[in-house]
């Protein structure tokens, strides 16, 4: 993190190993401390030493450049003329202290696995993607910095004061980004479409029909562990964090082997129990429909006993346009029938505005100023519609692996923590 210097503190220059900058930089993010704090913080411990540390490699320091208090630069000069190390060498030797007493944080991960379902009962507004891009921002690796746009104002600024798109400049100066650590979190992402295209787009195989499926274990015919179906997505950022469940076309039937099963609306839930225990996060790919695979989804989406408010819940996806708005009526009808029907506690995580271009003019814009006037749900996302999420699907990768710093990928990152 940076900031502009008050009055009191002068900026100084000197060099730095670029290793050093670089972890300097990704901790104090990580501790959500500015970068001058950090160095002031570990040449003053540095001071404090009763006897010289071992030295570092300084091969290679490149400038470096912070605000520190007045007079501290002066005194730490004297410091380490008595000590007789140079003065990049003090310096670095304060900046490994620093990193030294402030070790990377832990993962913060829920007390109760949390349970994303990713729903409306219209197709083509983009479901898939939100789930495979929440999902990736959610496990991208904790140790290194990611662009995350963290404007408050992204929805007015997206759509311009006069309804018209801002120019790439206006943009990108209004919407403010900012490099954050990953996320670091356990996800699986559940491919509960019988189309498949989550499964298809991560590069991965549907599920073959004659052998166990996601299907099967809701119907009660399931023979072998769940967990052997699952596969993990390899790409570095991610670790062994993100991983599927792909989808079977069997799950055309699901509707029709749910009629007989005994509470059904448990059956999904019944069937990820064995997983759990193993994930943070998992988000479930919904199917466009209104049928009883979309009560089960909703009853595996309510809030639990103990659990807290907003930990899991519904994220609706939307687009700027009006057979959205039917759609979401009908969606929300029915998730109110159950609630009302099962005494269910299910929160709304929010609205996500898909494929969004002001440039397509009025409906676009009135239709994100429509979503933008509920307040609950409230609108958490916007995700513009641009050529990367087409590319990354065409070559078979996730999107934040594809092109990390697009504007979708900074947008995705900015949902997951705003519903995290």
């Known amino acids: 993190m940076t900031s502009p210097s008050p009055n009191d503190r002068e900026k100084v220059v000197s060099k730095l190993p670029g290793g050093l900058q670089q972890d300097l930089k990704i901790r104090t993010a990580q501790h959500r401390v500015d970068i001058q704090h950090a160095v002031e913080a570990g040449i003053a411990a540095w ?8 030295p570092v490699d300084t091969a290679g ?7 520190l208090p007045e007079g501290q630069w002066e005194k730490f000069r004297a410091h380490c003329a008595a000590r007789g190390v140079s003065l990049i060498q003090g310096l670095s030797q304060s900046v490994a202290l620093w990193l030294e007493r402030n070790p990377a944080p832990t993962v913060q991960r829920p007390v109760i696995p949390r349970r ?77 479409d019988p189309q498949g295209h989550l499964t298809k787009q991560l590069g991965q195989q549907p599920l073959p029909i004659e052998d166990d499926s996601l299907t099967k274990y809701m119907a009660g015919e399931g ?49 990820m129990a064995v997983v759990e225990a193993d994930y943070d996060v998992l988000i479930v790919d919904c199917p466009p429909s209104l049928g009883l695979s979309m009560d089960a989804a909703v009853y595996y989406g309510r809030r639990r006993p103990e659990e807290a408010t907003g930990n899991s819940g519904a994220l609706v996806v939307v687009q700027a346009e009006d057979s959205s708005a039917d759609a979401y009526d009908l969606l929300t009808t029915q998730i109110e ?3 009302d029907d099962m005494q269910l506690e299910l929160d709304y995580l929010g609205i996500v505005v898909n ?8 409906i676009a814009t009135s239709s994100l100023e429509n979503w933008m006037d509920i307040k609950d749900p409230r ?9 990367e999420q087409k590319e ?11 092109a990390p710093r697009c504007d979708q990928s900074v947008g995705m990152r900015a949902l997951a923590r705003e519903i995290s």
């Open 223 to 271: 023979k072998g562990d769940i967990r052997d179906l699952i596969v993990a997505i390899e790409e570095e950022r991610f670790g062994d964090r993100l991983h599927l469940l792909p989808a079977c076309t069997d799950a055309f039937l699901l509707d029709v082997k749910l009629s007989g099963v005994r509470a059904r609306e448990a059956a999904l839930e019944r069937a």
């Open 61 to 67: 320091a490149r400038s470096f450049s912070t605000w």
């Open 355 to 362: 494929h969004y271009d002001a440039r397509r003019g009025y």
């Open 337 to 339: 029938d159950l609630r």
């Open 116 to 192: 994303i379902i990713v729903c409306n009962q219209k197709g083509g507004v983009g479901k898939t993607a939100i789930t495979a891009g929440t999902g990736e921002a959610l496990a991208e690796d904790p140790n290194q910095l990611y662009p995350v746009r963290i404007s408050k104002h992204f929805a007015a600024v997206l759509a311009g004061a006069d309804g018209t798109a801002p120019d790439s400049a206006e943009a990108d100066s209004a919407l403010n980004y900012e490099d954050l650590p990953g996320l670091g979190l356990r996800v699986l992402l559940v491919d509960f």
């Open 47 to 54: 001071q404090g030493l009763g006897s010289n540390l071992a």
């Open 379 to 387: 609108v958490v996302g916007v995700i513009a519609d641009l050529k």
């Open 392 to 402: 990354a699907v065409r070559v078979k990768r996730p999107l934040l692996a594809y």
